[in-house]
């Protein structure tokens, strides 16, 4: 899985799946990341954050948490 193999290199699970960001706020997240040095295509850049949306977007209120879905 793309997050796995980037976002854990340096962040724990637990770290990223408290974020519960909206998709700027992801987009934002994952600019700031390439500017440190994490290596994304452009193809990898958008799965990542249509996966980060998905997974950890912002919660519904008053809604229960819910495992984030797999990544294709």
């Known amino acids: 899985m793309l ?40 193809a990898e850049h958008d799965s990542l954050k249509s996966y980060l949306v998905r997974a950890l977007g912002p919660r519904a209120s008053g809604g229960a948490a819910k495992d984030p879905p797999a990544h294709p």
């Open 3 to 42: 997050a796995e193999q980037r976002c854990l290199i340096c962040h724990s699970a637990q770290l990223i799946a408290q974020q519960h960001k909206d998709a700027a706020a992801w987009e934002k997240t994952i600019a700031q990341m390439e500017k440190w040095g994490v290596a994304l295509t452009p």
